[in-house]
């Protein structure tokens, strides 16, 4: 069972945001939660809140992306935000990925379809999930040291973060950096990790 919660406003003074973590039963294979800013010109508005599900696809991103609405989609992908760049990002890698289903793994698909986009953006820092594989993509042209990436290895999982996240139960010596440029697929128990570097 995938359940999804929206909220505008802050996660900080939402009640609802820790009520919804304290209250999982059970520690899913995959969680997925964004605490962003909006771009700039899109609406703050329930259907723009991250993440954005289409055909058993989950998708959260953290960037500005450019005219994004001309990115190449399929028709079976239906636009439900008021005018996310995100949303169109994200079927703009779903189209990419039920492509020629036969041919690349997933992995080299996303890699193909961020070297080959053909619009402007500060970064594409996403993460992608079908429940079974995360992937994470770092990529920034703009403002590096804003838009970074971290990772923190535990014995049964992998925690992704924008910034490294404070807490007593983490060194905050073992968070590492995402280079830029790559994208990372996590699957199986415990995970295991795949980096590809992303040519432009």
Not at 124 to 145: A, E, P, T
Request: proline content about 5%.
């Amino acid at each position: 069972m995938v359940e999804v919660i929206r909220q505008l406003g802050s996660a900080y003074e939402s009640p609802n945001y820790l009520d919804t973590i304290n209250s999982t039963k059970s520690q899913p294979h995959v969680f997925l939660c964004h605490l962003r800013k909006a771009s700039p010109n899109v609406p703050i508005s329930r259907p723009n809140v991250h993440p954005f599900i289409s055909k058993g696809w989950a998708f959260i991103h953290n960037g500005t992306i450019y005219q994004a609405e001309s990115l190449k989609r399929h028709l079976l992908f239906v636009s439900r935000s008021d005018g996310s760049d995100s949303e169109y990002f994200f079927h703009y890698l779903l189209t990419k990925i039920f492509e020629n289903q036969e041919n690349n793994s997933i992995l080299e698909k996303i890699a193909d379809a961020v070297s080959s986009l053909a619009v402007e953006f500060t970064a594409l820092n996403s993460m992608l999930s079908n429940g079974h594989d995360l992937f994470v993509l770092r990529s920034c042209k703009l403002y590096k040291n804003h838009y970074t990436l971290y990772y923190y290895t535990l014995p049964h999982g992998i925690i992704f973060s924008s910034e490294p996240v404070e807490i007593s139960s983490l060194n905050s010596n073992q968070w590492k950096s995402l280079t830029n440029d790559s994208i990372i697929r996590i699957h199986g128990f415990p995970p295991i990790v795949e980096e590809m570097k992303i040519m432009h």
